[in-house]
C-alpha cells in the first residue's frame, strides 16, 4: 500500500538480522557450550562480514532473514493532483528506492569498477548520499506539460518490512507520470540476480587499494567484537 507519509517507511536494519542465538529459521544458533565453537566462529564471521557485503540470493546459512541486499522500495502518495489520459483528476505518486545502490563518490574512486559492497555500512553511506530532496520537489510544483504530465494506471511491486524483520514483496495500483515509473521500475531490473556481487566471507574480492582494504578489514573486526561482546551479557 503506497504511503501518505512524507517521511516514507521506516526499515529496522537490526530487525533484518537473526539474533546470535536464533536456532529456528536458518538463525546462526550461536552459544556457551563445547560443542558450538564451529558455530559461533561461523557466526561471528558472519555477522562481521554482513557489515560490508550482503548475502547474495539463493545462498544458504549466514545471518540475515532476508537474502539479497536489505533496505525497502515503496511509492509514496504526494497528495498533488494530476490527469490520466481521460482527462479523470488522480493523485500522482512517486517511487522511492532505500536500498544501497554501492555508489558513494569518495569511496568509489577507491574501489574502482563495481561499486562499493552493499552491507549495512556501505549501504548507509550509499543512502546518506543519495538524499536528494528535488524529485519530492518536483512532484509536489508538478513542472511537466503535455504528455509527460499524465498520469497512468500502474501496477507497481513494493519491497517492505513484515513483522518478522525478513523482506516481504506486494502489489499496489498507483498513478504515476511514464519518467518517474521508467525510474522506479528500473530499480527492480536485477534485484534477484547478483551475478556480480561478492561472495559471502570471500576476502579475496576485496578492492586492490590497501587503505580501502584496511577501511573494510577494520569495519569486519569490529563487527566481530560487538557481536562477541552480546554473546557474553
Excluded: W
Amino acid at each position: 500500500m503506497p504511503s501518505n507519509s512524507f517521511l516514507g517507511e521506516d526499515y529496522n536494519y537490526i530487525g533484518a538480522f537473526y539474533n546470535p542465538r536464533d536456532c529456528g529459521g536458518g538463525g546462526p544458533c550461536m552459544n556457551e557450550e563445547g560443542g558450538s565453537i564451529g558455530k559461533n566462529i561461523d557466526g561471528t564471521l558472519n555477522y562481521g562480514n554482513a557489515l560490508i557485503y550482503h548475502e547474495p540470493v539463493g545462498t544458504t546459512g549466514g545471518v540475515q532473514k532476508t537474502k539479497g541486499v536489505l533496505g525497502n522500495k515503496y511509492v509514496i502518495n504526494t497528495g498533488v493532483e494530476c490527469n490520466t489520459e481521460t482527462g479523470e483528476t488522480v493523485e500522482r505518486h512517486i517511487g522511492v528506492n532505500n536500498q544501497p545502490s554501492g555508489n558513494f563518490p569518495i569511496l568509489s574512486e577507491l574501489v574502482g569498477t563495481g561499486g562499493m559492497p552493499k552491507g549495512l555500512i556501505p549501504g548507509m553511506l550509499s543512502n546518506i548520499e543519495r538524499i536528494n530532496p528535488i524529485k519530492l520537489l518536483n512532484a509536489l510544483t508538478n513542472p511537466e506539460t503535455g504528455e509527460d504530465a499524465i498520469c497512468r494506471d500502474r501496477t507497481v511491486k513494493e519491497i517492505t518490512q513484515a513483522s518478522s524483520g525478513a523482506n516481504k514483496t506486494t502489489e499496489a495500483k498507483v498513478h504515476m507520470t511514464d519518467r518517474d515509473y521508467k525510474e522506479y521500475t528500473e530499480s527492480f531490473e536485477n534485484i534477484y540476480s547478483d551475478g556480480n556481487e561478492a561472495p559471502v566471507n570471500n576476502y579475496s574480492s576485496m578492492p586492490d587499494d590497501i587503505l580501502m582494504q584496511l577501511y573494510l578489514s577494520t569495519l569486519t573486526i569490529t563487527g566481530m567484537y560487538v557481536v562477541l561482546k552480546i554473546m557474553n551479557q
